[in-house]
């Protein structure tokens, strides 16, 4: 026997590759659980804009209700930003959390500075991804017929 036989090298056990498969598969299941939830709550949050749009543009005006949506829409992007820039912490990025602050500044100057904009309706419509996460967290824990108790 030579000492570069494969069979002599050291390596893992049968419990440790075991081991290491498991947190592999893991892994992959709570990504697919985060992706999960990140379309969940972009879907419910652009669900609700959508609904509340109607509501809006019928008891106010199309250009609070335009105004709204923008809002919306914006905060919809926010979401989506913040759901990526989460996916990327385990990476070493140092960058998380100055482009979703960039968004929200943006949509309140150009809410301020264009006339034919309403600041309060861009502004609550901007907080409706809220509303999203809220109605998605209660259908998920509460309501889901899913749930195994």
Avoid: C, H
């Avoid at 652009?46 to 543009?57: D, H, K, N, R």
């Avoid at 960039?102 to 509303?131: C, D, H, M, N, R």
């Amino acid at each position: 026997m030579e000492l570069s036989d494969p069979s002599l090298q050291p390596g893992p056990t049968s419990n440790e590759s075991e081991l290491a498969e498991a947190q592999i598969s893991q892994s992959g299941d709570s990504m697919d659980d985060y992706y999960q939830l990140k379309n969940g709550l972009i879907i419910s949050s652009s669900v609700i804009a959508g609904l509340f749009f109607g509501p809006v543009w019928w008891m106010y005006s199309l250009k609070v209700a335009s105004s709204y949506l923008l809002g919306a829409s914006v905060g919809v992007l926010y979401l989506r930003i913040l759901a990526k820039n989460v996916e990327q912490l385990g990476t070493g990025n140092t960058q998380v959390g100055k482009g979703q602050l960039g968004v929200f500044v943006l949509l309140i100057v150009l809410a301020t500075q264009w006339s034919q904009l309403e600041v309060l309706p861009v502004f609550l419509g901007f907080l409706t991804y809220k509303v999203g996460i809220l109605f998605f967290v209660l259908w998920s824990a509460v309501l889901s017929p899913s749930t195994n108790r």
